[in-house]
């Protein structure tokens, strides 16, 4: 099949100060090519100076976030045949651009250290020294979360985060709930003053935008939903109902 | 300011899904229930305060552009409730969020099975205004008779910048409001439950208060001469707006003005709700700015404030002979005028 490619440029340091949109053609593309490909074979092909982010180019490191046709996606893991014969790519939104698909995502990584994302627990190791067990129901609490592989789609999916940088966001929240609800844990107060704070989860007004932007299929909007509800009752209040967690495979 | 500009144009070109689109009308229609909010209650106290300019008030609800806005208000207002029930309800369960898509568009369906027969009353209003050849006043004089709130906001404006500034000079100027700060997370908490509460509370006082001002009798009756005044059993004898309001707020059923109290609860709760959501709304576009930010806080402060002040004032007021005399010789002019 073949492909136009819209691709959103920006690169200042090459005297051109806005940033503009510029089409690419390409020809004898497999439908079951990812867009991450499609962008490889522009670069090498036809524009060596087109800048984006990618490592694993599986889905797990989370590098290659950006806005596919309108909506967040990571570049690795959309088809061709999937996105059609026109592409359309564009950088997430809400983060700084660097240059061409690359953001700046310190401001990202700030809120993801805000909601303390570590595991806290200064209490006596158990007998043998070595681990912290929990059982399977106590694991399923957090599974959904514990995949989050921060690739910020969620969060700069969100028009909160658009318009106001200092809301925590979605995937930071995401990263909280993974805590809050570990059963070991015992750092909740820290994480629920910073989540409670005026720039904290209730700015989320529940648009619904970052579920379906994740990549790793986790319950986002859920996810901040239990939080909020964590905040004002306390982690440890029986928020999440087992019999509600979907199976994980 | 650009960061209004970028949600707005960013909301429009990402490919959101219907929870985006609910969230979108969520707000405007609060804004723009919020809006006649302010120009309601402020005209209200007026019964009181002022008799003359109630009458000229009402006058102007009964022109074209305000029927045209009375539709947009009651539309708005369905929408906006029914809508925060859904919010509600995936807010305290939100593991059944995939049902929210479904959930926005039986929204949908609701908010136009309630209006379909509430706007073919409405109209019937309308009809029966038109058809006994009124006098209605010029678009002109109904603008005019708007334009006293514009040094009102504009002072309301000021007044909020001002008091942003001695704010910044006093804490030292930086005071993020969006730093970590433990009573900020506390009466966030609240602000969140209480829009929440309110919300179920305000449900059936509004839809109330729709249907008997605008349903089951329209604007244009509350002007009629000789027509019954809703919700009392009693007649407006003089068919002046300030009668209309003596008779339904010195009502006493055993003892107690009924709907002085009622109007009070509708009053408290829609004020407090509908400026927390502008609060909502402002600070959420003014993040950038700790000046602008303290300013959209201060300046719902001030109006909820001035509302309160205005409607709970002409609420423990009372509304006399002369007040209605005031009422007859205002209608007079208002007609020998058009």
């Given at each position: ?8 440029r920006?690169?200042p ?8 949109w510029q089409?690419?053609a390409l020809n004898?593309?497999?439908p079951?090519?990812?867009?991450l490909?499609?962008l490889?074979r522009?670069?090498w092909?036809q524009?060596?100076?087109l800048?984006?982010r990618?490592?694993?180019?599986s889905?797990?490191?989370g ?5 596919i046709?309108?909506?967040n996606?990571l570049?690795?893991?959309?088809l ?14 809400g983060?700084r ?7 700046d995502?310190?401001?990202?990584l700030?809120?993801y250290?805000?909601?303390l ?11 043998d020294?070595?681990?912290r ?8 609490l957090v ?11 969620c969060?700069t999916s ?8 200092e809301?925590?966001?979605p995937a ?9 609800f ?11 003053e910073?989540?409670?704070a005026p ?5 989320c007004r529940t ?17 901040i939903?239990?939080v909020?509800?964590?905040v004002?009752?306390?982690?440890t209040a029986?928020i999440?109902?087992p019999?509600?967690i979907?199976?994980?495979? | 300011?650009?960061s209004l ?6 909301t ?13 009308l969520h707000r ?18 007026w019964?009181?305060?002022w008799?003359?300019l ?10 074209p552009?305000f029927?045209?806005?009375?539709f ?5 207002v369905?929408?906006?409730?029914i ?8 807010d305290?369960?939100?593991?059944l969020w995939?049902?929210q898509a479904?959930a926005?568009?039986v929204v ?5 099975i ?9 109209f ?7 058809n006994s050849?009124p006098?209605?006043?010029p678009?002109?004089?109904v ?5 006293v709130?514009?040094p009102g906001?504009i002072a309301?404006i000021?007044a909020?910048?001002i ?7 006093i ?11 433990p009573?900020?997370?506390?009466s966030e908490?609240?602000w969140?439950?209480f ?5 179920l509370l305000?449900?059936p ?8 001002m605008h349903?089951?009798?329209?604007v ?5 001469q ?7 059993g ?5 068919g002046?707006?300030v ?5 339904r707020?010195?009502?006493l059923?055993g003892?107690?003005?009924?709907w002085?109290v009622?109007?009070f609860a509708l009053?408290a709760l829609?004020?407090a709700?509908g400026?927390?959501?502008l ?6 576009y003014?993040s950038?700015?700790p000046?602008l ?9 001030l109006g909820?404030l ?5 409607g709970v ?5 009372t509304i006399?002979e ?5 009422g007859?010789?205002a ?8």
């Open positions: 099949m073949d492909i136009s490619f819209r691709i959103r920006y690169n340091e090459a005297g051109r100060p806005k940033p503009y089409e690419f004898d593309v497999e079951t090519q990812r867009v490909e499609l490889h522009v670069k092909e524009d060596g100076t800048a984006f990618r490592s694993c180019s889905g797990i490191c590098s290659d976030a950006m806005r046709n309108g909506r996606a570049a690795c893991k959309l061709a045949r999937d996105v059609g014969p026109k592409i359309q790519v564009e950088p997430i939104l983060l651009v660097i240059k061409d698909l690359i953001v995502m310190e401001p990202f700030a809120h250290r805000q909601v994302p570590w595991f806290v627990n200064d209490g006596p190791l158990p007998a020294g070595r681990e067990l929990q059982t399977q129901e106590d694991k399923d599974t959904d979360s514990t995949n989050c592989i921060l690739c910020a789609a969060t969100c028009p909160s985060f658009w318009a106001n940088g809301y925590v966001g930071a929240i995401v990263q909280a709930h993974r805590f809050l570990d059963t070991r844990d015992t750092g909740d107060d820290a994480r629920l910073a989540l409670g720039d904290g989860v209730w700015r648009i619904f935008n970052c579920t379906p932007a994740c990549p790793r299929g986790i319950e986002v909007t859920r996810a939903g239990e909020k509800l964590a004002r009752k306390g982690a029986g999440i109902d019999a509600t979907k199976q994980q495979h | 300011m650009t500009v970028i949600t707005v144009t960013e429009l070109r990402y490919r959101g899904a219907i929870g985006q689109w609910s969230w979108v405007l229609s609060g804004l723009g229930v919020v809006l006649f909010l302010v120009l309601h209650v402020v005209d209200t106290s019964a009181v305060f008799p003359e109630y009458e000229e008030a009402i006058a102007t609800y009964q022109s552009l029927t045209i806005g009375e947009g208000l009651v539309a708005a369905v929408y906006h409730a809508n925060g029930l859904r919010i509600v309800f995936f305290y369960k939100p593991h995939r049902y479904r926005a568009k949908a369906v609701v908010t136009l309630i209006l379909a027969p509430v706007f073919l009353l409405m019937g209003h309308v009809l029966d205004f038109y050849a006098q209605v006043l678009l002109t004089e603008l005019r008779a708007q334009l709130f514009l906001f309301a000021v909020a910048l008091l942003s500034g001695l704010h910044g000079l804490s030292g100027g930086d005071g993020a409001t969006g730093a970590v700060d009573q900020g997370s506390r908490r609240f969140w439950s829009m929440r509460v309110s919300s305000i449900l006082l509004v839809f109330g208060h729709l249907a008997v349903v089951l009798q329209g244009f009756d509350i002007t009629a000789g027509h019954d005044v809703v919700g009392t009693l007649i407006n004898e003089s002046t707006a009668e209309f309001v003596a008779r707020w010195n009502l059923v003892g107690v003005a009924v002085r009622y109007d009053l829609v004020v709700h400026f927390n959501g609060r909502y709304v402002l600070t959420d003014t950038h700015s000046f930010r303290r300013a959209s806080v201060y300046l719902c402060m909820a001035t509302l309160l002040v205005l004032g002409a609420l423990l007021g006399d002369t007040a209605v005399e005031m007859v010789e209608m007079e002019r208002l007609h020998a005028g058009s």
